[in-house]
């Protein structure tokens, strides 16, 4: 089956999952190794029946000296301390995916020939494979610091004498370390010169190649190679800006090849709608985590305001490998109405592994094993429910709005805890509404697009298996009565009867 019999779905549910933890516990739970080329049939059909696509995170080769330097690290160890109460250094630390050996799959996770049957496997089931494409850097000791000293971002003898943290030596040259400009440097990593034309060409090169593995990329911290984010950083080193920006050279280079090939970018800073007009098809929407995680629902409602053009391209979550944990970061029922609220709205939405399960513990990169954490009932329930039900046809081919909710007297203001929406096609039509704060809230909820007329009316609750049965002129006159207790929501069937 080639690439090209799948068809990309509109809003796809990827799955994250860190390859080499992954691997390492079903090596644990089947007592015996498994690679990417011997994954059981039954995981394929289990674990991934209720997604689109699988970004396989942390397949590439990774650095003999980053795994030494994460080995090392003072915070890292504590961290690793605290993921894993039997930490053993020589056994666990392998190494941040993110300081690229070698854009080849690493031998221990099987290769790239493991990933290949893994692949097929995927395609079986009509399942999309993302993986990580790093444009800021590779490791301190990938082989382009011996072949392609141009590509990098140079300093000085006084750079090295006076930054030691932020450079480094081989041979005759002195490096940077990747940068974020907010954070201290990655010191595991080089940083390449995103304005070096023979830079964009290997990246050109190096994405065509892992084209050949999978159907898209997941691409670290795109925004750090943007221009001007670029030129703030980095200055006279960078060299002069280039007449065209990194990315819309890359993807349409990459595009004229691999027309179908998908680009995902990890953004921040406001940068998500200036990276989706050069040419990415999903951004990172961190904007929504952090409205959902610290701001009102108001402050929601708001953002859900941007154009359909921008809120499909977004990529949805509330936890992803360096976020916390959801159950952690929100609360149980908090992050129960967030995982709601991503995963019923406009755009593709992003799934952790162990998030459906309520799994507590943030893991380190850096780490090959992670803990076992007993299963959540409700929280995966919660998920499932909803999951199983993004198959209606409102979602996949459907019109979508907000609905108003409206104060049910001068006294009671709770409707302004509630977030409504509406997915209808001409024949079908659901309805979500989260009352998304810790108290009981009420409203009457105006739903557009739609003549209720003289008809009876059955909204269908999927969250609690209850049918409620409305005379079209009181919907018409009133809209519909919500009375909702905290973090609860209903997932609404709607149709007419006579």
Known sequence: MSFKENKWPFQPKILEINAWQWLTSLSEEYYQPITLATVPEEIFDKKFKYFDAIWLMGVWERSPKGKAIANSHPGLIKEYQNALN???????????????????????????????????????????????????????????????????????????????????????????HGKDPYFPPWTDTVQINAFSPKARELAIKTILKIAQLCDGVRCDMAMLVMSNIFHETWGEKAGSCPRKEFWSEIISMVRKNTPNFKFIAEAYWNTEWELMQQGFDLVYDKKLYDRLLHDSPSSVREYLRADWDYQVKLLRFIENHDEQRAIKAFGKEKSKAAAFIILTLPGAKLIHDGQMEGNQIKIPVQLGRKPREALRTSIYQHYQLILENLSLEPFISGNWNPCEAQAINTINRTNENIISYTWFTRKERVLLVINYSSYPSQCHLRIPNINFGHDYWIFEDIMNGKSYKYKGEDLQAYGLYIDLNPWNAHFFKVYSVE
């Open 86 to 176: 039997d930490f053993n250094s020589e056994r666990d630390v392998v190494g941040s995916p993110y300081a690229i050996h070698a854009y080849d799959v690493d031998k221990n996770l099987g290769g790239n020939k493991g990933l290949v049957i893994f692949r097929e496997n995927l395609k079986n089931r009509h399942l999309f494979l993302i993986l990580d494409h790093v444009p800021n850097h590779v490791a301190i000791d990938h082989e382009w610091t011996l072949t392609h000293p141009e590509i990098f971002i140079q300093g000085t003898e006084e750079d090295l004498i006076s930054q030691p943290y932020d450079f480094y030596k081989v041979k005759e040259w002195v490096y940077a």
